[in-house]
């Protein structure tokens, strides 16, 4: 089926003028439909991840409405139903999911400044205590073991030890550095299950393009059970990063303890008094392993041939595992700092 005979299954209104690329996920497709009447988001569901698509939308609607009902005031996605009223709609081509476009935002790949990612920080904070009502065992688990850690480095050691592209004469001294930290995946800390967004990336929160005030947190398609520690280690993983995700210069790529404070400041901004001591003294530890668990993730794909993330050019996986080994060294150096700065911020 044609994407403008997918988009009219939808309860749009107008009539569709154009339909354009959008974003920069490295799962879904996503494209901007202009209509004379409204802007939508229109994706594709990546059901080779999303497995179960139903599940997927049945958690992301019982999010939006929770957080529509609960605080009307603040920007939530709005997704569309289809004509017949169903959440999603399926055909040949794969699944497909309509959403209200947020108009006059702006999605970043790299803070332009401390404040942009400053802002990132309160949106994801304030994310984290508006959930912490929201009843954790309604939500099915999208994608299960997402941010196991050791369970990533099992599948990086299976990876390696198949070798399916004869790729791993080139990552030999990569995969010794992840194997060398296995043993600081378990702290035996236990720590609050928590509702979580778990893929706190920047562009995962639109800012105001004239204001660069976050507006609305996006992408919850990984809102699960999971620990607020790995939110925010996840977002310091890409935000606090002086490069892209994928720069190939890695003299470019350092973590900056400039963009870890202000995330730092504008989290407990946003989450208030809403974690435990265990959960604030982990925090750092959290931004390690977010950054070294989405090397592992990088590397195993970069090892399986470019299975699940988008790549653009063969190498890009490896590219990407590099700038995650580096912050990762780096972070370890700058360990009792985070630590300071922490305590400086904390309730
Ligand atoms: C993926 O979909 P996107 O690009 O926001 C991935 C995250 C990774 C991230 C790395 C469902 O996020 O877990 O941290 O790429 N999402 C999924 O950039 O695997
Ligand atoms: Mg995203």
């Known amino acids: 089926m044609e ?4 988009i009219k299954q939808f309860d749009i209104n107008g009539n569709i003028i154009s339909i354009s690329p ?3 996920g490295h799962i879904n497709d996503t494209c901007l439909v202009v209509t004379d009447m409204e802007k939508y988001t229109f994706q594709r569901i990546n059901t080779d991840i999303f497995k179960n698509p139903d599940e997927l939308m049945d958690n992301v609607f019982a999010v939006t409405e929770y957080l529509k009902q609960n605080y009307p005031d603040d920007k939530t996605i709005n997704y569309i139903r289809t004509l017949d009223g169903k959440k999603f709609f399926c055909c040949d081509s794969g699944c497909y999911r309509l959403s209200v476009y947020i108009d006059h935002v702006i999605a970043l790949d790299i803070a332009r400044n401390a404040d942009d990612f400053y802002e990132s920080a309160v ?6 205590k508006k959930l912490s009502g929201f009843k954790a065992d309604t939500l099915h688990e999208t994608i299960r073991n997402f941010h196991n850690t050791a369970w990533r480095l099992e599948n990086l050691k299976k990876a390696a030890a198949e070798d399916s592209c ?4 080139t990552v030999e001294q990569q995969i010794k550095f992840c194997l060398d930290r296995q043993s600081c995946i378990d702290t035996g800390v236990l720590l609050p299950l928590r509702v979580t967004h778990n893929d706190t990336k920047l562009n995962n929160v639109l800012l105001d393009e004239k204001t660069g005030k976050g507006v609305c947190v996006i992408d919850l398609d990984t809102v699960m059970p999971g620990l607020s520690v790995n939110d ?8 606090a990063s002086t490069a892209a995700e994928d720069e190939k210069d890695l003299s470019k790529v350092h973590f900056s303890l400039e963009l870890f404070e202000a995330y730092t400041r504008g989290y407990f901004y946003g989450v208030g008094n809403a974690l435990t001591d265990d959960e604030i003294r982990m925090l750092p530890h959290g931004a390690v392993m ?5 090397a592992a993730r990088f590397l195993t794909d970069y090892l399986e041939g470019d299975t699940y993330f988008k790549t653009d050019y063969p190498e890009h996986n490896l590219v990407r595992a590099l700038t995650q080994l580096r912050l990762v060294e780096e972070m370890e150096q700058n360990y009792e700092k985070m630590h300071k700065i922490i305590q400086k911020y904390r309730p």
């Open 3 to 6: 994407a403008r005979d997918i």
């Open 22 to 24: 959008l974003g920069n």
């Open 123 to 128: 949106a994801f904070g304030n994310f984290q």
């Open 166 to 169: 004869g790729r791993l004469k």
């Open 232 to 239: 925010f280690g996840d977002a310091i993983r890409f935000g």
């Open 290 to 294: 977010m950054t070294y668990e989405c």
